[in-house]
């Protein structure tokens, strides 16, 4: 059955002739609303292990944990031919030039990698970082993805962001006229929007240069402020079941810019980081046969309400 969405499965095998698969790299980055340059405790929602494999961590080196990453992906998605380390954990352009350098430069090194995925935040990019990764990206896959979360500055000021949606309009802007890839993160649900306030960030992100975007659904990690906001004041969340979601997201999805490619609509948390699992313990897999039966029911696809500016 052909897709009803722009997926981003296949998208490295159409574009440079070969299967690639991320791996996480953890490279001991912070964030600067963690260390006290913009803020301290980071984003209420975070938990930066609820997302991160066990075979990356800060203590190993570099190239240890793409061996590592390797064989475990082997097992898992024997089809990979080749790889992309993909510095994920915190904002991964927080540091000088010549730090970045070094630390990218040793995951590729490794023979099977062939490019990089740098996992961001838009206040740690700047022109010179840019112009860096243009010429690299002339032998190298590189691309950088954003965490924007939410396009309104009330929701970026409450989940304690440290930036505002100029400063990730900007960064886009910027790194879409190097010609890199780019892709970027959002969130359904943070406190404090309405259905309609969600809605209402398609046609935003339809007017930004982007190649990619990931959405998740908000999940309430053990332990983080938000977990403690959500007790106290449940009425200011919007939450979604499962169907429930899946309708929402392909309202959505009919809003959007029919050439953006959807990385990921749904997120899953291991069970142990959350205190109740509302959609049960459905994987991604599911999820997407899911999405892709209720498009067929529906007999519509991304873009079917797009309306170009």
């Excluded at 052909?2 to 998208?11: D, K, L, T």
């Excluded at 991964?92 to 990698?113: D, G, I, R, S, W």
């Excluded at 939410?150 to 006229?177: P, W």
């Excluded at 459905?282 to 170009?308: D, F, H, P, S």
Aim: with cysteine; net charge negative.
């Amino acid at each position: 059955m052909e897709r009803r969405y722009n997926s981003f499965v296949g998208y490295f095998k159409q574009k440079y002739g070969c299967r690639l698969q991320k791996i996480v790299v953890d490279a001991g980055f912070t964030c600067p609303n963690r260390d006290g340059r913009v803020g301290f405790g980071g984003c209420t929602y975070c938990n930066n292990d609820a997302f991160h494999p066990n075979y990356s961590t800060p203590d190993k080196p570099i190239l240890q944990q793409l061996e590592e990453g390797i064989e475990f992906h082997q097992n898992r998605y024997r089809k990979a031919e080749e790889y992309l380390a993909y510095f994920q954990s915190y904002s991964n352009t927080y540091a000088p030039l010549e730090h970045l350098k070094e630390l990218y430069m040793q995951a590729l090194a490794h023979p099977k990698v062939r490019g990089i995925a740098i996992g961001t935040r838009p206040d740690c990019i700047d022109e010179e970082k840019l112009d860096w990764l243009q010429q690299l990206a002339k032998e190298k896959i590189v691309i950088v993805e954003y965490g924007i979360e939410s396009c309104y500055d009330k929701t970026l000021q409450r989940i304690n962001r440290g930036h505002d949606f100029a400063t990730a309009v900007r960064a886009v802007e910027a790194t879409a006229a190097r010609g890199l890839h780019q892709g970027a993160h959002f969130i359904f649900g943070l406190p404090g929007e309405s259905r309609e306030e969600l809605m209402g960030m398609a046609p935003i992100i339809n007017s930004l240069p982007l190649n990619s975007v990931k959405f998740h659904q908000l999940q309430i990690i053990k332990g983080t402020p938000m977990e403690a906001e959500f007790a106290s004041r449940p009425e200011d969340f919007v939450q979604f079941g499962l169907e429930e979601y899946i309708d929402f997201f392909i309202d959505f999805l009919e809003l959007l810019r029919p050439d953006i490619y959807i990385e990921r609509f749904a997120g899953e948390v291991p069970p142990r980081f959350v205190n109740s699992t509302p959609w049960g313990k459905v994987r991604n897999v599911e999820l997407l046969q899911m999405l892709e039966r209720r498009l067929q029911e529906r007999n519509t696809c991304q873009g079917a309400k797009y309306i170009k500016e």
